[in-house]
């Protein structure tokens, strides 16, 4: 079985979908000639023509909401939003309509639309190529937001995204797209939703990230456990919204210690969520107070590659918040 890229399954996963389902459908901005800015439509607009993988306006707003309109109509559309940064123009379309749909209309009208975002920095974009907007809507009931970590995921959290009758964020981060490769499981892969992930069993401390940094995650669990002997568990969060509270409390009742991971802004990142809901439901497991890895609160992201490196949550600060925690 051969390796397989993350941008790979994105890519097999919309390509099967549109073969078993003719109501599937791809619109965004350089998604069919071109293939995509970074490839991720690459040969569709060949094999199934300009109806549908459709070439769009730049025009996040009207992209999202004629998949709405679309949606509504019994297609299953799938929006490609070229940059997270871009994607304002479009957050009236997506919070007011396609979050609320099913609320407003007593149930009785579904909006089955997933809108591929791709986000996150490491590769000096600027401030407005590099941003980690994904807690912009885990606030909003009534949208799913996924945030796939490996290869596999991406192919199988796509595929179950576009079968599902609700509106779904599906983040992608650009560093995975071609630095991460497995062996993906032949087969019609679906995955659970609605679940998190344990990547790494452990018995001294929960380490909980998600997306690119959840890769980083994983490097530094390894690393510690060579030099201090510490047993790290990483969950994957895998989807924000709903959060899989379960998975990461029956971790920390296990482990006693946490460290949170992620590349959003500290202030209201997922990880002040998730803290909450541990310091609510599971304080008298812990031994130490959660830590917390993330983002500096700044306006943007800095081009300069020393400026982004220092932004950048990185291995030795993960390592260096697991080893104070275990320390405690």
Same mark, same amino acid.
């Given at each position: 079985? =051969?390796?397989?890229?993350? +941008? ?18 791809? +619109? ?12 991720? @439509? ?20 009207? +992209?999202?909401?004629?998949? $709405?309109?679309? =949606? ?15 994607? &304002? ?25 997933? %809108? ?37 995921? =991406? ?6 995204? +576009? ?14 797209? *071609? ?17 998190? =992930? $344990? *990547? ?5 401390? @929960?380490? $909980?990230?998600?997306?690119? @940094?959840? &890769?980083? /995650?994983?490097?530094? /669990? ?10 790290? !568990?990483?969950?994957?969060? *895998? ?12 971790? %920390?009742?296990?482990?006693? *210690?946490?460290?949170?991971?992620? !590349? ?5 990142? $997922?990880?002040?969520? %998730? ?39 990185? %291995? ?8 104070? @925690?275990?320390?405690?």
């Amino acid at each position: 079985m =051969a390796l397989t890229t993350y +941008i790979d399954g994105i890519n097999s996963a919309l390509r099967e979908e549109m073969l078993r389902d003719e109501k599937v459908f791809i +619109i965004g901005e350089d998604v069919g000639v071109m293939g995509g800015a970074f490839k991720a @439509t690459k040969n569709l607009y060949e094999e199934f023509g300009p109806d549908r993988v459709i070439d769009s306006p730049l025009a996040e707003g009207i +992209i999202v909401s004629s998949c $709405i309109g679309a =949606a509504m109509s019994g297609m299953r559309p799938v929006a490609e939003i070229q940059f997270a940064d871009f994607i &304002t123009p479009a957050m009236d379309a997506i919070t007011q309509q396609a979050a609320k749909l099913r609320y407003r209309s007593a149930g009785t009208q579904t909006c089955p639309l997933t %809108v591929r975002v791709c986000y996150g920095g490491g590769v000096q974009g600027g401030l407005y190529h590099s941003q980690t907007n994904t807690t912009w809507f885990a606030h909003e009931p009534g949208l799913i937001v996924l945030t796939p970590s490996t290869p596999t995921d =991406a192919k199988g959290m796509l595929k179950a995204a +576009i079968r599902g009758d609700n509106p779904v964020i599906y983040f992608e981060h650009k560093k995975l797209y *071609r630095s991460v490769k497995e062996e993906i499981p032949e087969g019609d892969i679906v995955a659970d939703l609605f679940k998190a =992930a $344990i *990547r790494r069993a452990g018995t001294d401390v @929960t380490v $909980i990230s998600y997306g690119y @940094t959840l &890769t980083l /995650a994983l490097q530094a /669990a390894e690393k510690v456990h060579a030099a201090h002997g510490i047993n790290c !568990e990483v969950i994957d969060l *895998r989807v924000l919204n709903p959060l899989d509270r379960d998975t990461f409390l029956e971790s %920390v009742a296990k482990t006693n *210690r946490v460290v949170i991971a992620h !590349e959003d802004h500290r202030t209201l990142g $997922i990880g002040a969520e %998730v803290s909450a809901i541990i310091a609510e439901q599971a304080f008298d497991c812990l031994d130490a107070p959660i830590a917390r890895v993330a983002a500096p609160d700044v306006p943007a992201i800095p081009f300069a590659a020393s400026l982004e490196k220092f932004y950048m949550p990185n %291995v030795d600060h993960i390592m260096q918040a697991i080893e104070r @925690t275990v320390a405690y």
